[in-house]
Each structure stands twice: as C-alpha cells, then as structure tokens.
C-alpha cells in the first residue's frame, strides 16, 4: 500500500480500518439484545428507545460529538468516573471507536430488527413446546435464524464507521496516528497547499471501500440466508 | 391419564371441558370456532384457564386454586402442528435431537433408532426441511416430538394441510403411535373419516360445550 499511499495517508487508512473493526465488533452484542428487544418486546417506553437508537442518524453529527464530550471528555459526567478505574475515551483512538459506535449503531440495529421480525414466531413457539427456556430459544432459533441480518448490519455499520467525521473530530479531535481517521485525514490534507493529490487519493478509497462494502453485504446476506435456510 | 376440568371465558361463549384422556387416542372434533384450538393450547400451557385443574398422571400441569400455571417448556409435551414447523437451519437429524439437546437428556441411540424405523425417516436424516415434501416433513415433525420424550402428545389438525395422498401416508403413523406407545394423545380434528379410524374416544366440542361419544 505504501507504493501508492504516503506514510501519512496510510497510517490514516489503518486507524481508520482499527477504528471501525473495533466499533462493530464492541457494539455488535448490544445491538442484537437492542435489536431483539425492539423486534420481540412489549413495553413502556419502546417508541423512547427506539428513538433513542435512531438519533444518531438523525441529528448533526456535532451534536453528538458535544455531548459525547460531555459525557465521556476527562472533566464529563461519565468520562471523569471512567478516568479513575483507568478508561480514557478523550483524544484517544478508543474515543474515535466510542463516536463510530454510536454514528453506526443505527445501521446495526435496523438490519438485525428486520432479520428477527422476518422470523416466524411459531418457530420459537415450537422450540418451547419441545422444552427450551427463553434463553435457548434466542440461542438456537432466533439467533441462527437471523444471522443474515447480523452480516449485513455489521458490514453496513463498518462503512458507516469507516466514514465518521462530524462526531469523532468533535469529541477526540484530529491528532495524527492516534484519531486522524480517513475522513479527518481528507479533511486536514485538503487545508494544506499541495494536499490535493493526498486528498483524492484517500477520496478515492472512501468511494471503493463503501461500495465494496455494500456489494459485499447484499452478496453476503444472500449467500448466508441461503445456508441458513437449507437452499 | 390426562385429568382435565377447565373453564375459559371467550369472547364470544365461555368453554367447559371436563374429561379424561388415557392412554390411546383422544379426539376432539368441533366446527371451526368452538373451542378447540384454545383448548388444545390450554394443555400445552400457552393459554391459561380461568378455573379449573389439568394434571397429567398426578402431577399438576394447571391449578386455579393453588395458582400453579406450569409453563409450556417444563409440561414435556410433544405439540405436533397443522404445518410442521421444523427447524429451517437444522438438518432432518438435528430437528430429532433438538428437544432432548433443550431438556439436556442424554443421547439414546436405541429410541433414536427405533423412532427413525418408524416413521421411515432413515433416508433423509442429513437433508434440510426445505428439500422435504409435506408429508416427509409431518413425519419428521411426530419423530421430533416422540424423541423428546414427552408424557402426553397434542396434535392439532395435523393431517389438514395435507392432500389425501399425504394423509393416508401419515395415518398409518398415528395408528402405529396409538398401539405402540403407551402415552395419552389429544387429537384435534374435524374430519369424521380420520377420526373414526384413529380415535378410541371422541368428544365433540360445540359452543364451548364437551359432549362425548364412545367409538
């Protein structure tokens, strides 16, 4: 990658790619109780917490930015807490992980939701006739069941992690190797003279990677519920 | 023996049953409406009577006077449906195994072999439900049910979706259920054809009311 990539531009490519495996992965078990809780459940306060879930999609990414500042910065009501067991999300790669969660929890959620509402209840129903608790019901049926929706809705929130700007420079700023993610990176290099070329280059990325992405998400979600399924 | 007195208050009429299942089949026939589905998924456990007791060979599955409500999953019954509901992403053998993989029983080659002879099932243990036909697919489904090792077996219209070739195929499995298995078997139906070659007692369900007839 060096051959055609700067060291500077290169090392934005790689924390870009930390970045967002990291927030998949740390947000995928959270997104699938959230997912199934909202797919599943009754309850007071649903429409709330589905707003909630949302919101990211929905407001200016500075302003969650801010309030992850808020809440989670050295001097925040969480963030001050979490700094005395050790945890420091302010200015830190990790912080840049927190802020592509949030942006791509969305995406997540969305996707798996859909995968478990498309199950025939009667299937779990069955499982209990046949014995299962709760528990085994979602590990055994459920689960497996909605496995496409889980690939494509973490393939998705990569890219859509991949590509967070607004919440991520807000809160952990935009420091080289530690939170200069691509877009950051495209976003320092195009206020620099002569950083047009660097610029498009990462451009140029971004545009193969997120299409990459979603051709490989539609494929995947096909071929998975093809096994899944039996077909 | 199955001992059941129940009343559920619905919508439309209020539903009495009181009767006694054995060993054997136990058919319940009623037009659509009257009764019978609630009923059957009031043994199951997955609808709960206003009054009344159902307790299978002393044990207490219902009790409205102590409260006891046993949930479905801990009753070990085998609930054989309309559309066989198998498990999609199981093989054939999977499907067999997995009520005794949720109730933690051991393996037990012997059963497993001698259900899999019964139904004639032998064949398709590693294929998908998908690639089952319907009737392959209710076969499937009773082995699922027996392998599990269930005290009381509830069928509900089970031969319905069915055309008269497939039912003629399952028919005989029933019967072979019926004399082989010493267990009590809740039949729904309202086919009169199926219900005189299998049931060795009927009760028809009207409006909520339990009549019942000796064949």
């Known amino acids: 990658m060096s051959d055609w990539l700067s060291p500077a531009e290169a090392e934005a490519v790689w924390l870009s790619l930390k970045v967002a495996f990291w927030a998949t992965l740390a947000s995928l078990p959270f997104g699938i109780w959230v997912a199934w809780v909202l797919a599943r459940k009754e309850f007071w306060g649903k429409s709330l917490l589905n707003g909630l879930v949302h919101m990211p999609l929905i407001l200016p990414p500075v302003v969650t930015g801010y309030l992850l500042l808020m809440l989670f910065g050295t001097q925040g009501a969480i963030g001050r807490w979490l700094a005395e067991i050790g945890i420091v ?79 991520t420079i807000t809160f952990v700023s935009n420091i080289p190797g530690e939170t ?52 | 023996m199955l001992d059941v007195d129940i009343r559920i208050a619905l919508p439309e009429f209020s539903l009495h049953a009181c009767f006694n299942a054995p060993n054997g089949i136990t058919a319940i026939c009623g037009p659509s409406g009257s009764g019978k589905t609630t009923l059957i998924n009031a043994l199951a456990g997955t609808v709960r009577p206003d009054q009344g007791h159902i307790r299978m060979d002393g044990a207490v599955f219902f009790c409205a006077d102590s409260e006891i409500c046993v949930p479905t999953e801990k009753r070990r019954i085998g609930y054989i449906f309309q559309d066989a509901r198998l498990f999609p992403h199981m093989t054939v053998a ?7 993989r949720f109730q933690h029983l051991p393996n037990d080659p012997a059963l497993f072999h001698e259900i899999v002879q019964m139904l004639g099932i032998g064949s398709l243990l590693s294929r998908r439900p998908s690639r089952l036909s319907g009737g392959e697919k209710q076969r499937v489904a009773i082995g699922r049910a ?50 005189k070659r299998l049931a060795n007692t009927t009760l028809t369900l009207d409006q909520g009311v339990l009549g019942q007839e000796s064949n």
Request: proline fraction near 6%.
């Open chain 2, 94 to 100: 999977q499907n067999l195994m997995v009520g005794r």
């Open chain 2, 146 to 195: 027996l392998l599990a090792e269930p005290q009381l077996i509830l069928a509900d219209e089970p031969l319905s979706s069915l055309d008269a070739a497939r039912k003629d195929e399952i028919l005989p499995y029933f019967e072979t259920l019926r004399d082989q298995k010493a267990l009590p078997i809740v039949y729904v139906s309202h086919q009169p054809d199926e219900l």
């Open chain 1, 180 to 231: 200069r993610t691509v877009p950051s990176a495209i976003y320092s290099f195009m206020q620099v003279p002569g950083g047009e070329d660097s610029a498009l280059r990462l451009v140029l990325f971004a545009i193969a990677i997120s299409m990459l992405a979603l051709i490989l998400s539609e494929w995947l979600a096909k071929r998975v519920a093809q096994v899944v399924e039996g077909r």
């Open chain 1, 89 to 167: 999300f302010a200015f830190s790669w990790t912080g840049a992980v927190l802020a592509a969660a949030i942006m791509a929890f969305p995406m997540l959620v969305r996707a798996i939701r859909l995968s478990i509402e498309a199950i025939d209840r009667r299937l779990e129903d069955a499982a209990r006739t046949l014995g299962a608790s709760p528990r085994q019901r979602f590990f055994i049926i459920t689960l497996p069941l909605a496995l496409p929706g889980v690939v494509t809705g973490s393939i998705l929130a990569f890219a859509k992690a991949l590509g967070e700007f607004g919440a």
